[in-house]
């Protein structure tokens, strides 16, 4: 499975973004597809997962603020990120895995490639 992330940029806070990941590749069905974000000299942390049932796993810090969702005829999941700060600021990475539900990177196989998203003050 090979990953592609888009959609970050330059914001500002309170506004608003969508990132996508398109997966290639057989499966995509079948896998959970999480977004985790790493901040500058943070390590990375869990924002978001999806199952391939469609249930969702959301951060408690950012419960209010993100949704994910994905459209399996598109190969596609997307974060929707909605009143964002400048502590969002950060490189969001998609991935994919085989496990029902975990918020634990190690746990996924397949990692894009990563977007930028820089929230403005």
């Known amino acids: 499975v090979q990953l592609q992330a888009s959609g970050g940029g330059l914001v500002q806070a309170g506004g608003s973004l969508r990132l996508s990941c398109v997966a290639s590749?057989?499966?995509?069905?079948?896998?959970?597809m999480g977004w985790f974000r790493q901040a500058p000299g943070k390590e990375r942390e869990f924002a978001a997962a999806?199952?391939?049932?469609?249930?969702?796993t959301i951060s408690d810090s950012v419960k209010d603020r993100l949704t994910i969702s994905r459209d399996s005829a598109k190969n596609t999941v997307y974060l929707e990120m909605n009143n964002l700060k400048p502590e969002d600021t950060a490189v969001y990475y998609c991935a994919a895995t085989w496990i029902l539900s975990s918020t634990e990177a190690r746990d996924y196989d397949y990692w894009g490639q990563g977007t930028l998203v820089t929230v403005s003050s």
């Open positions: 999806i199952n391939w049932r469609g249930g969702p």
């Open positions: 590749g057989r499966a995509f069905s079948t896998y959970t």
